[in-house]
């Protein structure tokens, strides 16, 4: 698991180590990075353009101190002070003593900006409130033609949530020192984050309420037949989606069912002809199940299946047209319920559910909090589905996917995704596993699919590049559920990152 801290949980942590080196760990890590990628895409340091963005705290401190590093490797560095009078004093100090140029003037320092091969952004981190302030925010949108490397966090986006309430850097790699924050794996945060790469410092934070999981995890969650096996010991998953208007919807929530760990699928919605034609394996007949999946594509059903699914004392999936009609009947709905309930909306079902007090777009900017809220309030597990799916619980306990690709935003997706969860809850794994598991495998598959199932190409840590990929259909997405899972549990017995580059 990557563990994502607050900055009250960063600070309480720093301060327990007070008095030992951690912000020369911190630039340490830092330089070594820069360097490398400065070796990597210009074959040396030195001779290479670099240009420091320093804010008024520790931020911009350990950017002065690693541009000082840098320009003792005979890089050119020059630094640009967004609050002269309060740059941090040793890193100034240290820039200096290198021979390293400082500006006060902005107009000096935007066009460094655009001649830079690597701009380091320390204008602010942690210490970071509301959006960029106007000296800083020019930056934001300024053209560029070298790389940047966001120091702790891009400056402008929150760090315990992910939120960038007005301008932010855009780094291509963000350095972070300690832990991760949550910020950074959260979008649109993540999103200005890019890949992220942790530098040990010795913090020994708390276990963490944000946790994004990892090949190893995965492995250790997903459900694993033994030889006493049966179908009614692995799970049975019920299906209630579809409708003679929307028979797509059926197909593919049962695609996503019969690879999730189960043994066997019910279905019980109006295509059935159709489903039984193109997944012979499937059971028409009613019966018993370990789980059920209620409302892709279920249309004027959903009332009545909504009905039967919420009376069943088993875990319940409630998707797209079961979660309109859920929002119609507000949280009162699920009171009643003895066995867990799992809803998965995407940012407009999210809106809906929460009585249209906020806008999807709204959801989409701030899907920590309202991700919570949703759980808080309908006392279920809630998968809010988008860029960096996010699943909470109750009490705010929140699981982060890390293997999501744009790839996925595609029709019949979250079809796929409703009836693999709803699989692996028959299979037995809590609503908090179940969720975050079928998203990460589900992400992986996209992402195997994408690349023509071949493994993907690695970035730095926890994102791959879209280099030699291609559109998928959700069905493809389906069919690669196999590869991905594979992929995972390969990963056990210290094989993880095998292929994919998403272990820790
Ligand atoms: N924690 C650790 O273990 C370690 C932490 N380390 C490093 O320290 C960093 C934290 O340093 P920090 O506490 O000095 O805060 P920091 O992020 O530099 O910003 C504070 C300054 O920014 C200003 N400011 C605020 N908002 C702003 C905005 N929107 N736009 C522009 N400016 C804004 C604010 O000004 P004020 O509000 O006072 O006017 C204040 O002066 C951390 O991210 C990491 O890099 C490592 O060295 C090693 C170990
Ligand atoms: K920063």
């Known amino acids: 698991m990557r563990h994502a801290h607050t900055v009250e949980e960063v600070r309480a942590a720093e301060a327990a180590l007070a008095g030992q080196p951690l912000m020369d760990r911190a630039v340490a890590g830092l330089a070594a990075t820069c360097a490398r990628l400065l070796r990597e895409r210009r074959g040396r340091v030195y001779g290479s353009r670099v240009l420091v963005l320093a804010g008024s705290g520790d931020n911009g401190g350990d950017a002065l101190f690693a541009g000082a590093a840098l320009a003792r490797r005979g890089a050119a560095v020059s630094a640009v002070l967004l609050s002269p009078e309060r740059a941090h004093p040793g890193g100034l100090a240290a820039l200096r003593a290198t021979g390293g140029q400082v500006t006060v003037d902005q107009n000096v320092g935007l066009a460094d900006f655009s001649r830079a091969d690597l701009i380091l952004d320390g204008i602010v981190g942690i210490g970071g409130r509301g959006g960029l302030r106007p000296a800083a925010a020019p930056y934001a949108s300024a053209a560029r033609r070298g790389l940047l490397v966001a120091v702790d966090l891009p400056s402008g986006v929150d760090a315990d949530t992910g939120e960038v309430p007005g301008a932010a850097l855009r780094a291509d790699l963000t350095v972070t020192f300690g832990t991760y924050k949550p910020g950074l794996l959260i979008d649109p945060g993540a999103g200005h984050a ?90 028409l007949t009613s019966g ?91 006392g279920a597990v809630v998968l809010l589905k988008g860029s960096s799916t996010v699943v909470a619980r109750p009490d705010g306990a929140v699981r982060v996917n890390p293997t999501g690709t744009g790839w996925l935003a595609t029709a019949g997706s979250g079809d796929v995704l409703a009836g693999l969860a709803g699989a692996l809850l028959a299979a037995g794994l809590p609503p908090f596993d179940a969720a975050p598991a079928a998203a990460y495998l589900h992400g992986l598959a996209g992402r195997l699919a994408a690349a023509g199932n071949r493994a993907p190409g690695s970035g730095v840590i926890g994102t791959v590049s879209d280099r030699g990929e291609a559109p998928i259909t959700a069905q493809e997405v389906a069919a690669a559920l196999p590869a991905a899972w594979r992929d995972v549990t390969a990963s056990q017995g210290g094989h993880q990152q095998a292929s994919t580059g998403l272990g820790d």
């Open 288 to 378: 018993r199940v370990q789980s059920w999946v209620v409302g892709p594509g279920s249309g004027e059903d959903t009332p009545d299946a909504l009905e039967i699914a919420l009376a069943a004392e088993v875990p319940v999936l409630v998707d797209a047209d079961g979660l309109t009609e859920l929002a119609r009947r507000g949280p009162g709905a699920l009171a009643g319920r003895t066995a867990p309930t799992l809803l998965t909306p995407h940012a407009g079902e999210a809106a809906r559910l929460l009585g249209g007090e906020v806008t999807a777009d709204q959801v989409a900017a701030a899907r920590l909090r309202y991700a919570r809220e949703l759980a808080a309030r309908y």
């Open 194 to 283: 890019g890949p992220v790469q942790l530098v040990p410092i010795g913090l020994r934070p708390p276990t963490a309420a944000v946790q994004a999981p990892q090949h190893a995890d995965l492995a250790a969650l997903l459900p694993r037949p033994d030889r006493e096996s049966d179908k009614y010991r692995r799970g049975v998953v019920g299906v209630l989606a579809g409708s003679e208007r929307y028979p797509g919807a059926a197909l593919l929530a049962v695609a996503g069912a019969l690879h999730g760990g189960a043994g066997a699928v019910r279905y019980l919605g109006r295509p059935a002809e159709e489903v039984v034609r193109r997944h012979p394996e499937v059971l």
